[in-house]
């Protein structure tokens, strides 16, 4: 059973579209997050949510809006893509101090 | 001065080696403190966390010096499987919320 997923795995598009990144965890933990890993191998988060609630939101531009839905899930969307935006972004959830991650997600923008 | 800082490596050790990796913080109101390992082209896993005490896990050992702003994992006995690039990571959240700052990660390679 997979505990955090993330889908799609791979994402190839090009500058100025507009694309989301899903999230789903089973592990039934309250607070869930988005991290980006840049090509020099940086883990930054970017938002945080606990119970549906934002509580944490680092300095991203705003074309990059966190949804969720239900505290199982945690989506990510991107608007006006930039070349800069290529990354791996990963999905994490917790309870306490461990954080489990998704697979990843890389975004390859053209 | 970044917030968490590693020294990338990468260390390429024979397998049985002890290697040590170090790690320094900048914000003494840090929280707690941890070690996750990331295999090339996955996500962290977290691999213990670090007390100030000291702890052991089997042939990992993690020390915290609270004074020096400073936190080590000694690897013994190095395996083949050991090869990934090992995370420091630092709890900056406040109460019980938890904001990790990662550090860039030290490459371990173990050769047979």
């Known amino acids: 059973d997979t505990a955090v997923s993330q889908t799609p795995k791979y994402l190839v598009t090009q500058m100025g579209n507009d694309k989301s990144i899903k999230c789903e965890q089973n592990l039934g933990h309250d607070t869930m997050y988005w991290y980006k890993q840049d090509s020099k191998k940086f883990l930054k988060i970017m938002f945080s949510y606990n119970n549906k609630e934002l509580i944490i939101n680092e300095t991203v531009p705003n074309r990059f809006s966190p949804k969720s839905p239900d505290k199982a899930h945690l989506n990510l969307h991107i608007n006006s893509l930039e070349l800069g935006d290529s990354a791996v972004y990963f999905c994490a959830s917790s309870h306490r101090h461990e954080q489990y991650f998704g697979p990843g997600t890389r975004l390859t923008v053209t | 001065r970044k917030e968490v800082e590693q020294d990338p490596g990468p260390f390429n050790v024979p397998e049985g080696a002890t290697v040590a990796f170090n790690c320094t913080y900048s914000?003494?109101?840090?929280?707690?403190f941890f070690w996750y390992r990331q295999d090339c082209r996955k996500e962290p896993k977290l691999l213990m966390s670090v007390y100030s005490s000291g702890n052991e896990d089997g042939r990992f050992t993690a020390q915290l010096n609270r004074a020096s702003q400073y936190i080590s994992l000694l690897i013994r006995d190095s395996k083949l499987s050991d090869s990934a690039t090992y995370l420091c990571?630092?709890?900056?959240?406040?109460?019980?919320?938890?904001?990790?700052?990662f550090g860039s990660g030290t490459r371990l390679l173990v050769r047979p």
């Open positions: 914000n003494s109101a840090s929280q707690s």
């Open positions: 990571v630092v709890n900056m959240g406040l109460d019980s919320s938890y904001k990790l700052i």
